[in-house]
């Protein structure tokens, strides 16, 4: 069983930014794909961006140029520098982790963003 745990969330203004962090633990077979997901108020879960065991990377459009993923793979690591942020940006924000046996979701780090 694989577990997350997420940090880096919290209060910004517009224009700032935030680090997201998920750190996997437990009975960990290769990691394949780590990713950011978010879900604003009434509003579905969302892709925000992947990134493979390659370095392959996928973002949605609303964060491409702002928000970069990266991972440490020695760490079972996956991080989120969110640039530029935006009032719309404003959500819980899950990591999810793709091993070959499992899916795995962390418990969600909230990140708002003043006007």
């Known amino acids: 069983q694989v577990q997350l745990v997420e940090s880096g969330g919290g209060l910004v203004q517009a224009g700032g930014s935030l680090r997201l962090s998920c750190t996997a633990s437990g009975t960990i077979s290769r990691i394949n794909v780590m990713g950011w997901y978010r879900q604003a108020p009434g509003k579905q879960r969302d892709l925000v961006a992947v990134?493979?065991?390659?370095?392959?990377?996928n973002y949605s459009d609303s964060v491409k140029g702002r928000f970069t993923i990266s991972r440490d793979n020695a760490k079972n690591t996956v991080y989120m520098q969110m640039n530029s942020l935006k009032p719309e940006d404003t959500a819980v924000y899950y990591c999810?982790?793709?091993?070959?046996?499992?899916?795995?979701w962390g418990q969600g780090t909230q990140v708002t963003v003043s006007s």
């Open positions: 990134i493979s065991s390659g370095g392959l990377t």
């Open positions: 999810k982790v793709v091993t070959a046996r499992s899916i795995s």
